[in-house]
C-alpha cells in the first residue's frame, strides 16, 4: 500500500522560513522523479517543485525560484522543501507526489497524501 505523508507546515510571518518534508512507503521511492504542488483556496492545483529520482535535476515554477530548494534523501525515502522569503501569497496547502513530474512538466498521480498547510501573514 502506498503511503504519502507531508509534515512540517505551520504559521509563519512574511520573510520567514520553513522546512517541508514528505515521506514515502509502498513505491521504490529511488526510482521516481518527485514533485511539490500548491494549491490555495479557490485556485487550481500548481506545480512548485521537481527532483530528479538521482537529485541531479531541480525545476521551480518561476513564483518560488531562488527561494525555494527541494532536495531529497533516497536513503530515508524522503523529499523536502526549504521555504525561505515566504510571502503571503505563498499560502496554501503543499503537496508531494511521487512520480508527477519530469523536464517537461507537472502531471497528475494516483498518489497524493493529505498535504500540509503552510500560512503565511502580511
Known amino acids: 500500500q502506498v503511503q504519502v505523508v507531508e509534515s512540517g507546515g505551520g504559521l509563519v510571518q512574511a520573510g520567514g522560513s520553513l522546512r517541508l518534508s514528505c515521506t514515502v512507503s509502498g513505491l521504490t521511492f529511488d526510482d521516481l522523479n518527485m514533485g511539490w504542488f500548491r494549491q490555495a483556496p479557490g485556485k487550481e492545483r500548481e506545480g512548485v517543485s521537481c527532483?530528479?529520482?538521482?537529485?541531479?535535476?531541480?525545476y521551480y515554477a518561476d513564483s518560488v525560484k531562488g527561494r525555494f530548494t527541494i532536495s531529497r534523501d533516497n536513503a530515508k525515502n524522503t523529499l523536502y522543501l526549504q521555504m525561505n522569503s515566504l510571502k503571503p501569497e505563498d499560502t496554501a496547502t503543499y503537496y508531494c507526489a511521487p512520480g508527477s513530474c519530469d523536464a517537461g512538466g507537472y502531471y497528475d498521480t494516483p498518489y497524493w497524501g493529505q498535504g500540509t498547510q503552510v500560512t503565511v501573514s502580511s
Open positions: 527532483i530528479s529520482w538521482s537529485g541531479g535535476s531541480t
